[in-house]
């Protein structure tokens, strides 16, 4: 028996369902909408402060998103495909903040430069190349590049100190880009949601199961884990953004479109030091370059978080396995997500992928001294007893079939959507919560506009973000403008004085 009948049902507050659920809201004040969470609070999986690095993935520092070619040359693809998605992210979170659906910036958003850092000739020159293809553009011409070490101590003196003075080293960096904190955007807004009529947000509400029903919409079972009472709600449209939790009830719903997936669950760990007189001293994400062998999300960075208003430092990831799904999920996840339809691109997966079972059977052997060791690479006055280790959320990675392989394993993010639009689930976690908005657009687009017939909504898109529709790639104006916009509204023009505070403190700190 129904206990609720609604037209959107988002599984799961983390920075997805919170992100579509603003924005269906804002399309459409009088739709009825039902967020359900198993946990008890919001966005206390993926989404959190600490489960995840809080980078505004904006490309000015990832260095695995612009790969060299065989010819030595730098594909430079994906690293603007993720500036404009950040970009548009950054326009829908400032029109909310304009609309004061979200509170002032400070408290989800700040401004952290980006940079990149290597060493060894070799890298200098990647870095070199990297510098001059992507700073041609509009996107990255405010990227500076610099091999003098006086310079690279101003931007980052814990990195510079005490370095042997012959090892060639080289950085870039840009002054705005920024530290999220996700799960603060998403309690932020569920907290807005709740505040309109027509939308409810059920706690503590875990899905069992879901059935189609024969006029198109879904029952969706929940287990009330406080009381141990079930419930049915009838929705027309479900929304799986329930992170690791979103592959088995892709499964449940039975959609062909979401037959052959499976899912490899890698955890993450940081080190993180909160001593003061440490962390005053860094003021930036500093990102270097992965390990030959490892995956593509393990690329090791130093980074300052700003978390609930502390500063602290943050460095990893090193990655862990297990087979949860989910942080606060069960050992029985992998093995129970394992089906007929894909069992064949997992056994595939295991077989090709030797070098990343090597890389997580020697990341999860390490000792607290070896990631210290590992850290020295960036920090090399860095002291075992500073430095405390922290567990991260999970990231399920996708497998799915492939006609040569019979399987592969993607670190990216997908969206599956059922042909008739009724429901749509997100897999992968990379580039993740940055592009949140533009991956959930895309889901309004197939799964309300072209379907739905909300064909009007598009006007009501582009007044919430400038760009829609349009490439900030091919038009440097709208960029200039749009980003003039989005620094000054989320306030994160680059403060000088901030940098001036970080060599003072260092100043201080080496005397
Ligand atoms: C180590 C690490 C580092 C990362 N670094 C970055 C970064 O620097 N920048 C970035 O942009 N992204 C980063 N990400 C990715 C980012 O965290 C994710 O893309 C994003 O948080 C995913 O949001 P979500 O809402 O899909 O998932 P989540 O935040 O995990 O939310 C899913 C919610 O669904 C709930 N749920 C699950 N199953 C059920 C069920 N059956 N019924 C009801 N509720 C359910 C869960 O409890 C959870 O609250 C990182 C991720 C990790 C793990």
């Known amino acids: 028996m129904t206990t609720k009948t609604v037209d959107v049902l988002l599984v799961g507050a983390g920075a997805m369902s919170t992100t579509l659920g603003m924005l269906l809201k804002q399309l459409d004040p009088e739709l009825k909408i039902c967020m359900v969470e198993r946990l008890d609070y919001v966005a206390h999986e993926s989404s959190d402060g600490w489960n995840n690095a809080g980078t505004g993935h904006a490309a000015y520092c990832e260095l695995n998103y612009t790969p060299q070619k065989p010819d030595g040359s730098i594909d430079t693809t994906k690293a603007f495909n993720i500036n404009a998605a950040f ?11 304009k609309q004061n659906a979200l509170p002032s910036p400070r408290q989800f958003i700040n401004p952290t430069p980006h940079m990149s850092f290597v060493w060894g000739e070799e890298n200098v020159e990647f870095l070199r190349k990297r510098h001059a293809a992507l700073s041609a553009h509009p996107a990255f011409a405010d990227m500076e590049y610099s091999e003098d070490p006086a310079v690279l ?19 870039t960096r840009v002054g705005y880009g920024s530290d999220v904190n996700f799960g603060e955007l998403a309690r932020a807004m569920a907290k807005y949601l709740g505040t309109q009529p027509d939308f409810d ?6 899905v069992k199961d879901l059935d189609k029903q024969s006029d198109g919409s879904w029952n969706v079972v929940l287990k009330n884990t406080e009381t141990g009472a079930s419930e049915t709600i009838n929705s027309k449209f479900v929304f799986l953004g329930a992170g690791g939790g979103a592959l088995p009830l892709l499964q449940k719903s039975g959609i062909e479109e979401g037959a052959g997936y499976g899912g490899f669950p890698v955890s993450g760990q940081w080190l993180v030091c909160k ?14 370059k992965a390990p030959i062998g490892a995956p593509p999300m393990s690329v ?8 609930d208003g502390q500063r602290a430092l943050l460095f990893g990831p090193f990655a862990g396995f297990t087979t949860k799904f989910l942080k606060q999920g069960s ?6 997500s394992i089906r007929p339809g894909n069992i064949k691109p997992m056994l595939s997966v295991a077989m090709h992928n030797m070098d990343l079972t090597r890389y997580l059977i020697s990341e999860v052997m390490q000792s607290h001294g070896s990631r210290v ?4 690479n960036f920090f090399p006055n860095a002291k075992d007893e500073d430095w405390t280790l922290s567990h991260a959320g999970q990231r399920v990675q996708i497998i799915k079939k492939d006609a040569d392989k019979g399987g592969k394993l993607e670190f ?10 009724s429901i749509a689930a997100l897999l992968g976690a990379s580039p993740g919560a940055s592009t949140a908005v533009g991956t959930m657009i895309s889901i309004v687009e197939k799964c309300f506009i072209k379907i739905g017939g909300h064909s009007d909504w598009t006007a009501r898109i582009k007044e919430m973000i400038p760009s829609y529709g349009e490439s900030l790639n091919d038009n440097p104006e709208l960029l200039k403008r749009v980003r003039a916009y989005t620094l000054s509204t989320l306030q994160l023009q680059e403060q000088k004085e901030t940098l001036a505070q970080v060599q003072q403190a260092d100043t201080r700190q080496s005397a």
């Open 87 to 97: 970009e548009v992210s950054l326009q829908f979170w400032s029109y909310l903040v």
């Open 275 to 288: 001593k003061p007189e440490i962390v005053e001293r860094h003021l930036a994400k500093v990102y270097g």
């Open 331 to 336: 050992f029985l996840d992998l093995p129970l």
């Open 153 to 171: 101590r101003e931007w980052m003196p814990l990195v510079m100190q005490d370095r042997n003075p012959a090892d060639k080293v080289a950085a």
């Open 201 to 206: 947000l059920l706690l503590s509400r875990i």
């Open 412 to 421: 990216g993010t997908e969206v599956i959507t059922a042909a008739d639009g």
């Open 373 to 376: 060791e590992a850290l020295r």
């Open 300 to 307: 090791p960075h130093l980074d300052t978080r700003i978390i």
